[in-house]
């Protein structure tokens, strides 16, 4: 389509175009960055507006794990991979509850959306496929990274119990990379649901186990060799166990192969959620 000039004392007249624009093309030619971000900050706003059921609450419930379990061993004091029980749990429980809370987050956004019929505001605004995505999964991440905060701050001064951390990297990469996979979990899960009960099927009956049986209370070492085959097969398990090796300096799989494996899976998680994104499935009528 070709825009001319118009002159005042004519017909129009041919003159140099002065917006070419092909049919088709689109008019942000790189990422919508300030679209990005609002979408992001909306995310963010709606979980925030109820902190205490969204960061507060997740992180009081994982601390009373550890309450119990130390309360329950009483003057036993267990060592698994060379740490007090205590220790070994208390990072497993960080990253069990960033994970449970991504999901969390992701798997309400365009479910709610679907069933109060704002759906459009997803669908309509000048943001691609790409950018809807890495917005919604971003604020998941970001909800994690907050509830594994503050579930840190309360065990670090809970007495009895360790969690100092000794290798940072390991921390920030496990925890981006576990939050990262529910989250895209929970974008797919939203978009599958039609029902907050289909949320709750995914998030109890897949979410919730897989986290409590990959090591979380327990090494895997100590398994017959069935159940540590099943184990090294659930991606959770690689997660916190190299979560784990961030603050105790060990681990029960090698943590650049777990590091590698949970890299490669969120990017198969991440291009199924783009083709489901834009295939608009169960989105568009």
């Given at each position: 389509m070709?825009?001319?000039?118009?002159?005042?004392?004519g017909?129009?007249?041919?003159?140099?175009?002065?917006?070419?624009?092909?049919?088709?093309?689109?008019?942000?030619?790189?990422?919508?960055?300030?679209?990005?971000?609002?979408?992001y900050?909306?995310?963010?706003?709606?979980?925030?507006?109820?902190?205490?059921?969204?960061?507060?609450?997740?992180?009081?419930?994982?601390?009373?794990?550890?309450?119990?379990?130390?309360?329950?061993?009483?003057?036993?004091?267990?060592?698994?991979?060379?740490?007090?029980?205590?220790?070994?749990?208390?990072p497993?429980?960080?990253?069990?509850?960033?994970?449970?809370?991504?999901?969390?987050?992701?798997?309400?956004?365009?479910?709610?959306?679907k069933?109060?019929?704002?759906?459009?505001?997803?669908?309509?605004?000048?943001?691609?496929?790409?950018?809807?995505?890495?917005?919604?999964?971003?604020?998941?991440?970001?909800?994690?990274?907050?509830?594994?905060?503050?579930?840190?701050?309360?065990?670090?001064?809970?007495?009895?119990?360790?969690?100092?951390?000794?290798?940072?990297?390991?921390?920030?990469?496990?925890?981006?990379?576990?939050?990262m996979?529910?989250?895209?979990?929970?974008?797919?899960?939203?978009?599958?649901?039609e029902?907050?009960?289909?949320?709750?099927?995914?998030?109890?009956?897949?979410?919730?186990?897989?986290?409590?049986?990959?090591?979380?209370?327990?090494?895997?070492?100590?398994?017959?060799?069935?159940?540590?085959?099943?184990?090294?097969?659930?991606?959770?398990?690689?997660?916190?166990?190299?979560?784990?090796?961030?603050?105790?300096?060990?681990?029960?799989?090698?943590?650049?192969?777990?590091?590698?494996?949970?890299?490669?899976?969120?990017?198969?998680?991440?291009?199924?959620?783009?083709?489901?994104?834009?295939?608009?499935?169960?989105?568009?009528?």
């Amino acid at each position: 389509m070709t825009i001319h000039q118009k002159s005042d004392n004519g017909p129009d007249r041919d003159a140099n175009p002065v917006v070419q624009l092909p049919d088709g093309e689109r008019h942000i030619r790189n990422v919508n960055w300030i679209g990005l971000q609002t979408l992001y900050m909306k995310e963010v706003r709606r979980f925030f507006k109820v902190q205490m059921q969204t960061v507060w609450a997740p992180a009081i419930t994982t601390l009373l794990y550890l309450i119990i379990f130390t309360v329950a061993l009483g003057s036993v004091k267990p060592q698994v991979l060379g740490v007090p029980f205590a220790d070994f749990i208390a990072p497993g429980l960080i990253i069990m509850g960033m994970m449970q809370n991504a999901f969390a987050n992701s798997s309400f956004s365009l479910l709610v959306g679907k069933m109060q019929g704002t759906i459009v505001d997803y669908l309509m605004p000048p943001l691609s496929n790409a950018e809807v995505l890495a917005a919604l999964t971003f604020a998941a991440v970001t909800r994690a990274f907050l509830v594994g905060g503050t579930i840190w701050l309360a065990m670090a001064i809970w007495p009895g119990v360790n969690v100092t951390p000794a290798h940072m990297w390991a921390i920030l990469w496990f925890g981006l990379m576990g939050s990262m996979m529910l989250a895209l979990i929970g974008v797919m899960t939203s978009i599958w649901a039609e029902k907050f009960d289909h949320a709750a099927v995914v998030s109890n009956f897949v979410v919730a186990p897989a986290a409590l049986l990959s090591g979380t209370f327990y090494s895997v070492d100590k398994l017959a060799p069935t159940f540590q085959a099943i184990s090294h097969a659930n991606p959770f398990f690689y997660a916190i166990s190299g979560f784990r090796y961030g603050f105790i300096g060990a681990a029960d799989s090698p943590v650049l192969f777990g590091a590698i494996v949970l890299l490669a899976l969120n990017i198969v998680l991440a291009t199924i959620c783009y083709l489901l994104l834009r295939s608009g499935w169960k989105l568009r009528s």
